[in-house]
């Protein structure tokens, strides 16, 4: 395990338990032996689910799996494991899925198809689900409430800490509850990243709603987040909802019961992503990139990424230095309109450069300041339209070639 | 300067002298005093001209001067400076690129609509233009026509070795030559890179033919190569055709006279290409990536492309790591259409995945001695169409971060 990442947050949240979700974890010896490497998610009947998957071409078995399940929008257990990701697997990967979901469905009582799946680790190799055989009636026999911080620690992979979030939200006279847990931390980029997310509320919320609210919540978070900008075969962010809270039938993703419950989701899935930046591979630096005056949200979005995602602005960032010769080239690379001439940066505050040209004396001393912190800012102002949206990434250190030098993903 | 690249040619080619071409170089004190960083080509009258620009949509001010000015089709003479981009300068940058052609017209007793510019260097900081007045006379005086590898070590910046590449065609009963250099080596992408490429052939080819040649060209080489995904402000690919050789005039694009004419050309266009890769800052190891079975010649592009700047993929290939399941990932990212099942890799020539799985026991010997050469070389098979092409990239070092993160171009 890697030291822990300098961007990690002070404490580790603890989350209360939530009605209708029980954990376990297992060390079923899928790569290494006696590492935590598997976990079972129990969910009490009536539990509904949405989900965000890859958009890759070459998904993974499990999230082929998922995204046929999801269809009927109900869940009753989640199986995850790390060590080995199967993917790309051929017929073996589809047959390890299915052995999985019929082992958790048997042991746990409910039906194959209710049985969500995710696998995260090394690609080609075939995953040995046969482990689980020795483990499965252990884990539902050892589920419960309170399990957030294992469930999280069990389906780490280069990561060097546990995601957890959580947040209440008043819907109608009901508070529901939303816990979430999530895993970095390379192949970290929109649509999606080698993310594995699982956000779980007690509020009754139907499948096709809790999809729409997922979808939007998706886009402002995990897919407003990027690492290196590669994109996993396996990344998966699933939403349950167990119902088990007393609250007014909720009629429709615009239910206006449901304002505080969206914000409150919105929260966890932005801090859950922001957390995912923070443990970005090599990360030394967590940088927000605000991008206003944009033709379209979209455009704006597509800006911020092409600026997150530049290496020539990344290895700028790392070496604290407010380049925003090369902020200006990733403006012009995203293919979205600009006008050089209408064009404004500023880095921690500091307005650098505006109308087609660096601002004549501005102070460099609060902007040296700011690029030798740890949470850099990075306003961009297109000044042609009302589009905005805010990226978050990081910088790009000598740490992310040695781990991706080293590390067989 | 640095270290020339590990991957540069055993030797700089000599190119000949091409008819209606002259070349002088000096040093103007742009950037730095006493090094040479202004280079004027002259042509002789009736000399027409092709050219690609980037496709940022912050282009510097040169950049949009080329691009009005080669509706024309004519060019007389050629400015390009390197230690400052003249990029994201306002108006002053528009008001140097306007002095600039001026006085190069008037010292060569032309119009300054028939002076092509290009800048490369910082970006941000007004080009001092006045500084050519000292120079340009002298550079008309000394214009000559065998300064090719002044002309080519002049333009560059953070290239470790001088690119050249020399053809010879048969053109009708004449054999032309063509001529061409090139400047790499950061914020190589297609569309294009931070690249200033100048081809010269004594040809008589018409404006809007040569057009045609050199965008059919350009996608074959420049837009096929990729160091960092990133796309410059500045990029220009220019290519000058003097007229000065004799033979039957050209009718099209398509002439039948034509053909050994268009392979020479894109041969010195893939090779000026190639050595932009070899020249990636940092770069240890010069990747073909050859895309064959795609649904379309795009599409093999894209996918190859996806591969060759995938951070993931540069990193293990830095490593000498064949992790072909990032190839997989990066296929998969690529958004073009792919099929698990049928996709196959191979490395360095030995098939190491296929239907969807790992080759059983496949001999790891040799492609774990491939991975430790410089060359390497990346088949993919997509197996569902005969869309095909062929990208070039390099590995992505800790010398890419220490070089990125001190320059501030």
Known sequence: MATVSPLAPAAVPGLPPLAGVRLATAAAGIRYAGRTDVLLALFDPGTSVAGVLTRSKCPSAPVEWCREKLKSGKARALV?????????????GREAAKFTAALAARAS???????????????GEPL?????????????????PGAWLEAAKAIMTTDTFPKLATASAALGKATVRINGFAKGAGMIAPDMATMLAYVFTDAKVPAPVLQTLLAAGADRSFNSITVD????????????????????????????????FRSALDAVLIDLAQQIVRDGE????????????????????????????SPL?????????????????????????????????SIGGTRICERGGPVPGYDEAPVAKHMAGRDLHIAVDLGIGGGRATVWTCDLTHRYIDINGSYRS
């Not at 040995?128 to 419960?144: I, R, S």
């Not at 090599?282 to 995602?309: D, P, W, Y």
Request: glycine residues 12%.
């Open 80 to 92: 995850v494991n790390s060590g080995n990701a199967n993917a790309f697997t051929g017929k073996s």
């Open 109 to 123: 009582r409910c039906k194959p198809a209710e049985v969500f799946l995710a696998s995260t680790g090394v690609i």
């Open 128 to 144: 040995k689900a046969t482990q689980f055989n020795g483990v499965m009636d252990g884990l539902v026999a050892a589920a419960k």
């Open 229 to 260: 900008g590669d994109t996993s075969t396996s990344d998966t962010l699933l939403l349950c909802a167990t119902g088990a809270a007393r609250h007014k039938p909720v009629t429709g993703p615009r239910d206006a019961h449901l304002k505080d």
């Open 282 to 309: 090599g990360a030394e630096k967590f940088v927000t990139i605000e991008v206003v005056g944009a033709a379209s949200a979209r455009a704006a979005r597509r800006i911020g990424l092409a600026i997150g995602n």
């Open 313 to 345: 602005v990344k290895t700028a960032l790392a070496a604290g230095d407010a380049n925003w010769g090369r902020i200006v080239m990733a403006v012009g690379k995203a293919g979205e309109a600009a006008d050089r001439d209408r064009l404004a940066i």
